[in-house]
């Protein structure tokens, strides 16, 4: 992984290495369309995650955020010293990557802002009345009554 020295200067990698780096952006990729498929559920019917795992989510995904930009300096390195054009297109390939990645972590980040409106303490924190009111409206919204 993409990391910094303690003098805060980022790593190098050689372009031998962009095949791994490549794999491991598309594994991210894999791991946050689960965790899209996961959120899902939890959109349509809310108040069924709680605050830390929703809070959790977001330092995770922030994280992810911020180290694209490594990885992003790291493919930006790679451009300015290329020389083939299968150095070019594998450059280009793990850009598209990250870009792919990029979005998914806007799209899942979107989800937990959501999500953290919609946890179990949310809803403990509402009087009877106010959380029946709101159940009764998203059964009309959904059309089920």
Known sequence: ML????????NWYPISRIGWFTDHIREGIDVIR????LFAPA????YR?????????IRVYENQREDLVLFRNQADRWQRELGTTEQRTAVNTYVAAIDELEKLTGDVLMMCATLSEQTIEKLMAKSDEEAGREALMRLVRDGRI
């Open 3 to 10: 990391d910094v020295t303690e003098r805060g200067e980022q």
């Open 34 to 37: 689960g965790q899209i498929d």
């Open 43 to 46: 959109l349509d019917e809310p």
């Open 49 to 57: 995650l709680d605050d830390d795992t929703v809070n959790h989510c």
